[in-house]
C-alpha cells in the first residue's frame, strides 16, 4: 500500500523528493500518513477534495483484497 501511495502522490506534485508515506498497522486496520512539500498540498487534495477521495478510493479497493481497513492521512 505505502508504494501504492508513493507513486501516485510523486506523479501529483513538483517536489516528488519531499513525498513520505509511513504506514501505522493496527489489527484489521491500517493507517497511511502521506506527508508532501506545503507548495504541493493543493495538488494532492485537488479542487473541493477530489483527487484525495480518488487516492482514497484506490487505496481502499487495494485494501479490499488483503481484508483491512485503510485510512489515508494527509498532512
Known sequence: ????????????????????????????SLTLKLEVHADDMGKVIGKQGRIAKAIRSVVNAAGANKDKRINLEIG
Not at 6 to 20: F, G, Q
Open 1 to 28: 500500500m505505502k508504494v501504492l501511495v508513493e507513486s501516485i502522490a510523486k506523479a501529483l506534485v513538483d517536489h516528488p523528493e519531499d513525498v513520505r508515506v509511513t504506514e501505522v498497522e493496527n489489527g484489521r
